[in-house]
């Protein structure tokens, strides 16, 4: 038989097929196991952590480290490179890891430097003597796009390695290590578990010695995720496919109502023709995903107005569930240099194009008129 689309892979994700083995996949919560089998100590490996990393190195084309969440997924990465290490890292990205670089540059661990890697140009320049070039496409929250084939020739020519957090893009739409990526991390709490119930994380990488490498240091700090929580993003996996789809084709939509809403200054999706990203995400993305953000025209209070005035989208952090989710990222210290201030960050769900959209036009409809 050929290998199974990506869409197949999902759907049987840690499922068994051997007579009298269940179909679902089996939560293993022992912490120890009788010696002299394959396992010893649920910190070094376990069954089910095993099962979820299979998927996503399916999934992704390489080898998958599971981690407790994508925050201890993307400090194993830069925990491989040397005390005083230069990593090159975009203007614009995940504010967790943002603050991490800083605290790592802060204790002298790490030099770091920025800068827009939606200039391509720019980030080829920049590189320098750069060991790592930590890159995040489509970024949070302003759902840029980077030229990952070109970032990670100009990387390798100068002897670089290039990570990619494709948290947004998620291993459907996105073929990170085929573009050339020597790491890929995902923070499995969003899209791929994909009901806002459970925190994890994941590092794939081509490379055999390296993933175990990984596998090694997280059995030295202990970011080993939970049983319970890998069954939840196996549970979550098997629905990727489906949930990614819908929530694509609402954004697509709601994208394009947005654009033309009078109380809207701009939106900010790679999906529309002229979104800045649009070119380059349409090469290499086999979609546009579900994350788009929105300018209000009347400012930061009118959008915190919004976000203040939708009753079925939530008001709340975090992305990638079924349910959609808004907030103005402005809110944060950390984001207030390189994110609009009436900037609003749209997680769209799956739910109804429809009743989103009434939701959001009488929020924005009320916020215009205040
Ligand atoms: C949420 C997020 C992270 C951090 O992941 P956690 O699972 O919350 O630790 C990293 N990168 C991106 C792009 C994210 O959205």
Redesign the pocket.
Known sequence: MNAPHRETVCVEAGGHRTAGEPVSPAVHLSTTYHHGGDYEYIREASPTIEAFERVLGSLEGGHAVAFS????A?AAVLDGLACGARVLAPTV??K??RNLLAERASLGALEVSHVDQTDTEATVAAIGDAELVWA?TPN?PLVGISDLAAIADAAHARGARLAV?A??ATPLLQRSLELGADFV?H????YLAGHSDS???VVVTADEAGARTLAERRAMTGAVPGPFEVFLGLRGIRTLALRVERSQENAGELARRLAEHPAVLRVRYPGLEEDPGHELAAGQMSGFGGMLGFEVAAGAEAAEAVCAGVTRIANAT??GGVESLIERRGRYPEEQGSVPANLIRFSVGCEHVDDLWADLEQALDAAAGA
């Not at 923070?187 to 969003?190: D, G, L, P, V």
Request: aromatic letters at 4%; charged letters at 10%; hydrophobic letters at 40%.
């Open positions: 969440s994508g925050m201890a993307s990205g995940y967790g890891v995040e949070n957090d948290t947004l991390v923070s499995a709490t969003k925190l994890l994380g975090s992305l």
